[in-house]
């Protein structure tokens, strides 16, 4: 669902979230809950699944599975736990529902965790996810809402994803291991994690549906901060453009623009196909870390030593206002 | 003039459909029940050089699309068009018969791919594929009868010594070759 709908929904149920040991919850619009456990220790909890982005059953589910598990690391925390989700429809073959939970499966294990159940439900369209659960010590949480004016921003994982997928549907490309968009959706967020720990990292989220822009949006909101993105920064996965510009801009993008736009200054001669690139709903995105600026390239030498080799300082705090300004 | 009804498709139904259409007609109308919709139809026009106007109609949107390009169609070339650089006759690090098995694939899959590339050139050690690879070689001579440029770099043949057992393709030079990658997009393999 769309954020303006969502919360107006939300906003009308009590959830009876006085818990004092819940210490992050629906307030700031986070990525996963976070219970502490003991003085040390919090344990994460994150729930997501959806329809096919590509044709290939496997695919779909490493897909779906590397989605679900983001939220933990974005968090900060390291999964251990994990709960199949499954719509099926009759009219397909088993064998496509064996390829998905396998395809899940092996992302789960490459992530260190294990799965250890789940539950299916019958249904028109195939949908496939995970709720997933991490560990995390508490002085190394990540909330979204605490990045400083001074901060640098940096991404992990070029984007572009949704429009690829938009192009996948459309038989324009193929959707397999090949297709650059594939592989940074199969690409876990788990190296960025450890290199976040080590450098001071006040703040982090993934980039998921509400694309690069929407939690930008989250994050200036969470922070109360001016977020200044500098577009031609950006990494976007290599021929994305080009889909762009033919058209291939999934709904969810207009959505976003249509919920985000008011938060944001765009600078008037912004091309408007990068507008729409920024607004592209991601799956299974990268992170959007906000670090003291002093810690900024101590932090982006230990990710790419640790294999994050697209991360990219695509802009910084520039302020306590919360809005997004994009250059 | 050709008319398409894409009401209640998504995305990226309308688009793929009125691409499609523009490939044999010089009119296109495309009808969508969203905006959304309506503008990446839009956009696709735009990119294909084409002029486009977006007429509300009720709960549609009726775009009008006038493919004036059509003419030159032959002699534009398409911004999509690529050029697969073949630095070496393995494809990627790692075991040599992992790669000499992946090249195979790799050309073999090139054969599926719509629209195929403008050009293949194959430098350094790349050039072994196209004299000694036969399965490759058997790939490349499809690509070629599609329409797909062949070109073999004649210093590198020279310097292997295989320049007589070109076995599909031309011998090109530098200049040729520079020249192919700064017009087109590059696909370094």
Redo the contacts between chains.
Sequence with gaps: MGPKTLSQVLRQVDFFTEDEDLLIGLGTADDATVYKIDEERAIIQSVDFFTPVVNDPYIFGQVAAANAISDIYAMGGKPFLAMNIVCFPSCLEDEVLVEILKGGAAKVKEAGATIAGGHTVKDDEPKYGLSVSGFVQRENILPNSKAKKGDKLILTKPIGTGIYASAIKGDLCEGGKNNPAVRNMLTLNDKAVDPMHANNVRSCTDVTGFGLLGHMVEMARGSNSTLTLYSDKVPFIEGVRDYAEMGLVPGGAYDNKDNFLGDTDIANDLDEVVIDMLFDPQTSGGLLISVPEDKASDLLIDLYANGVEEAAVIGEVTGEKAKVIVE | MKKINARGL????P??LT?KALKDNEEVITIVD????A??????A??LGAEAEINEIENDYEINIKNNENKHKNEQKD??AKVYFFKSDKLGKGADELGDVLIKGFLH?LL???PLPEKLIFINSGVKIVTENEDAIESLQELEDKGVNILACGTCLDYYGIEDQLAVGEISNMYEIVESLNSF?VVTV
């Design positions: 998504d995305c990226p139904e688009v793929v691409k969203n905006k959304a919709a503008n990446n139809v839009k956009k696709l735009k990119k911004s999509t899959t599926e791919t719509d997009k």
